[in-house]
Nanobody
Framework: VQLQACGGGLVQPGGSLRLSCTAS????????IGWFRQSPGKERAAVAG???????HYSTAVKGRFTISRDNAGTTVRLQMNDLKPNDTGVYYC??????????WGQGTQLTVSS
């Protein structure tokens, strides 16, 4: 499975951005999917997840600002990020939410929040 996250960039504090995740085959449709963030000097950690049934979960740090979604075809999982803060800076990855189902990590997409 090849996972690809895209949509990152440089954003000012308070700005918005949307990330997209695609994958080969039916990986996204078949699994609960998470968005993970690796900030400088920190370990990679989940910030949002969506189950196959559409239940959504968020870390405390992003709850109320980020929204995860998947399209009906199950081919794309998105992360809408609003009211971005400097602490949101990092490399964002997508993968299966549960570790035992995760595939090799893709390159991720860099988000930098800075004025």
């Amino acid at each position: 499975v090849q996972l690809q996250a895209c949509g990152g960039g440089l954003v000012q504090p308070g700005g918005s951005l949307r990330l997209s995740c695609t994958a080969s085959g039916r990986f996204l449709a078949a699994n609960a999917i998470g968005w993970f963030r690796q900030s400088p000097g920190k370990e990679r950690a989940a910030v949002a997840g969506i189950t196959r049934d559409g239940d959504r979960h968020y870390s405390t740090a992003v709850k109320g600002r980020f929204t995860i979604s998947r399209d009906n075809a199950g081919t794309t999982v998105r992360l809408q990020m609003n009211d971005l803060k400097p602490n949101d800076t990092g490399v964002y990855y997508c993968n299966a939410l549960y570790r035992n189902l995760q595939e090799p990590w893709g390159q991720g997409t860099q988000l930098t929040v800075s004025s």
